[in-house]
């Protein structure tokens, strides 16, 4: 296909991406309210005639003049790029599905199918997090002192933990993904556990903003039996993969082993000699030139 008709297939696709986003956003303006409350269901609010004191509760508020309508088009368009991620996402994948071999379409459909549940059980398990972690961070006000939150702050607190908990949960699929290239094996991911888990209570504890205990063991805990799920599976693929090939456990600068026994020759056939030229082979001229042969 010429590069005029790829760019003009690009565009098309775009167009269509772009368009099933624009109507959701249209759609989700009306819903601006339900969605900013639902968002921010994690924050303890003041109920009716109660006042903030000592981080009991909190007011969710708007800091500035412009930050309602502002809110509602940063939460509008964000709820199209989500909801209709559907559309755009197929008319990515339908403008590069034909250029990919059909065991490159084949990894291709594995990822997307278990990568798209890791990631809603990670953002399902940051929203459970959520509402522990805002009282928790509330709670640490002084008596004496009230709470009044920006609605912003709340929102970007929220797409924070959701984004960080879901793509936590990614890093088993990638380890999964590195072996079955060849990059990582098994075995080497087995002698990393210690690191490994050292290094996610270390990550889990500086992601999550509360002081309990109780967000780093929600986002560690999961994390680290999804790491040793993917060693288990790496480790039975090498196993699979020494078995279809005797040669899969050397290393890039190791050579297989070869096998000297010599073989028989065997008898060898008589070939008739073929002159050098057509004209020597006719036994008819036995004229010499100078002495020579050679017609030449």
């Avoid at 197929?90 to 084949?106: M, V």
């Avoid at 008596?143 to 908990?165: A, H, I, K, P």
């Avoid at 028989?264 to 008819?284: I, N, R």
Wanted: net charge negative.
């Amino acid at each position: 296909m010429p590069l005029v008709e790829h760019l003009r297939e690009l565009r098309n696709r775009m167009s269509k991406g772009l368009l099933a986003i624009v109507v959701v956003t249209i759609v989700a303006v009306f819903y601006s309210e339900q969605i900013m409350s639902f968002l921010s269901e994690s924050v303890p609010k003041c109920g009716k005639g109660e006042e903030s004191d000592g981080g009991n509760c909190a007011d969710v508020v708007f800091n500035t003049l412009t930050s309602p309508f502002t809110t509602t088009i940063r939460i509008s368009l964000t709820t199209g790029i989500i909801v209709a991620s559907p559309v755009w996402l197929y008319q990515l994948w339908a403008f590069i599905a034909p250029g990919l071999h059909k065991n490159e379409k084949k990894y291709t459909y594995a990822f997307v199918a278990t990568a798209v549940p890791l990631f809603t059980a990670g953002a399902y398990l940051a929203y459970i997090i959520l509402p522990i972690s805002m009282k928790v961070l509330i709670s640490l006000t002084p008596t004496g002192s009230g709470n009044l939150v920006s609605l912003d702050e709340v929102l970007d607190f929220t797409t924070r933990m959701v984004l960080v908990f879901g793509l936590a949960f990614e890093l088993p699929l990638i380890l999964v993904m590195l072996n079955m290239t060849g990059m990582v094996t098994g075995r080497r991911m087995v002698g990393w556990w210690r690191g490994v888990v050292m290094g996610v209570f270390v990550f889990g504890a500086v992601i999550t903003p509360t002081t309990d205990p109780v967000g780093m063991i929600a986002l560690a805990g999961p994390i680290i039996v999804l790491y040793f799920g993917a060693v288990g599976f790496s480790l039975i693929n090498d196993r699979r993969r020494r078995r279809n090939n005797p040669d899969a456990g050397l290393d890039d600068d190791e050579a297989s082993d070869l096998d000297h026994t010599p073989e028989s020759v065997g008898s060898v056939e008589t070939v008739a000699a073929v002159p050098a030229l057509p004209e020597q082979a006719d036994s008819s001229r036995t004229s010499r030139v100078n002495g020579y042969d050679d017609i030449t």
